[in-house]
């Protein structure tokens, strides 16, 4: 029997650009985890350092461009104070333009990376606190580390495994893979707040409208057209309405039927930690699922195959 080797085809999020924060309750089968030591993540992420030798990326923050994968153990796994010991500890943020996009930029690393910081500009100025007043935070105000990878590989679920043409791990083949993988630090550096990006209130951290807003930062940054509307469209499709999309676009929060009142959320630098309490419009019997719900930014996985 002859076998032919299928096309590699992209999927239709490898269309738009990839602004995604990493999720334990779906990405991936327990790679690692954020309510520890971040050591083996950072680990992970210098996976392209060998075959680099002297060209390989080192980290890069908001002020210094080669930062040392031990410095970014150090820095983040300081940054605890207050944590519980199954809180999570930092978080995952991925940049991945699509093909068009790095094409305008002329695979150019250093506009990369300087979109990179403008993204976690944006990060920073979308938190609020629960009365929806934004904190007044700036990107420096963090503490997160970037790296630039060059490639892509295959994960479990993509067609091409599954039909065991490529093994799980390979490099995807052709170029436009240059991608961001961010890690940052759920306190921030003064440890006054505890930023979770996975907080399930939108008054509190707009996940979509902090997609949104970056991507029109790329549109401004590089006189590119294109990004946020791929993005908006995609919302769109997935939201069912434009209203919500134009609350994305103004980087408003949506009506919002319930808040969460868990000591993880209680993000205010002058009032002590709230006690968990059931959700106002639910009762008390559905108290544990909204524990379980509560502890979904509690582990994270790795799973997009960046």
């Known amino acids: 029997m002859c076998w032919t080797k299928l096309p590699v085809r992209k999927s239709k999020e490898e269309f738009i650009m990839i602004i995604k924060v990493g999720r334990p309750d779906k990405d991936g089968k327990n790679a690692y985890k954020n309510t520890g030591s971040c050591q083996g993540y950072v680990t992970y992420l210098c996976k392209e350092d060998k075959e680099k030798d002297f060209d390989m990326e080192l980290f890069f923050n908001h002020e210094k461009d080669d930062v040392s994968p031990g410095e970014v153990v150090k820095a983040v796994d300081r940054n605890w104070k207050s944590l519980g010991k199954n809180d999570a500890k930092f978080y995952s943020v991925i940049l991945a333009p699509e093909d068009k996009e790095l094409d305008h930029l ?90 979770s990006p996975l907080v399930n209130d939108k008054k509190v951290f707009h996940i979509e409208g902090f997609k949104l807003k970056s991507g029109y930062e790329f549109e401004k940054m590089y006189n590119y057209r294109g990004s946020a509307k791929h993005l908006e469209a995609h919302m769109e499709k997935r939201a069912g309405n434009r209203k919500e999309i134009e609350q994305y676009a103004d980087h408003k929060p949506g009506p919002v039927k319930y808040q969460i009142l868990d000591k993880d959320y209680d993000l205010a630098a002058d009032t002590p930690q709230a006690t968990p309490k059931p959700y106002p419009r639910l009762g008390r019997k559905h108290a544990p699922q909204q524990e379980k719900d509560r502890s979904q930014d509690r582990g994270m996985e790795l799973g997009l195959g960046l």
């Open 106 to 195: 002329g695979g150019d690393k250093k506009k990369l990376k300087e979109y990179s910081r403008k993204v976690m500009e944006v990060y920073a100025q979308n938190f609020n606190n629960l009365n929806g007043k934004n904190k007044g935070l700036n990107g420096s105000d963090l503490t997160y580390f970037c790296k630039l990878e060059d490639h892509r590989y295959y994960k479990g679920t993509d067609r091409e495994v599954k039909r065991g043409l490529v093994k799980q791990g390979e490099k995807k083949p052709g170029t436009g893979h240059m991608h961001i993988h961010i890690i940052v630090a759920r306190k921030d550096q003064e440890n006054r707040y505890k930023l």
